[in-house]
């Protein structure tokens, strides 16, 4: 931070704040960054500008399974499907608990 008078140095401190458009995974996503100013000196300056960024990149979350169990041996049925309980899933975030299976 400069522009800090020499007295007001250990009174005002820079915060800043970084905020994607949504949460969603993708590209091209905006980034805004807003300041914010405390100590007892933060009164005597003005908060820097905001500004924003369009180069934002939200990617997928990696998951992962135990091994899931094949049935390795049927009797001949005419088709070419095999029975699969699927593992168990992890790495999934809480708040997509229940829309993640």
Known sequence: MSGVIASDAGNVALTAIAVYDNANVGTGKTITV???LT???????????????NTGVIT???????PSTITTKKAYDGNNSAAVTPGILSGVLASDAGNVA
């Open 34 to 36: 807003t300041y914010g």
């Open 60 to 66: 997928a979350q990696v998951l992962n399974s135990t």
């Open 39 to 53: 100590g007892s000196a933060a009164g005597n300056y003005t908060v820097p500008t905001a500004y924003s960024v």
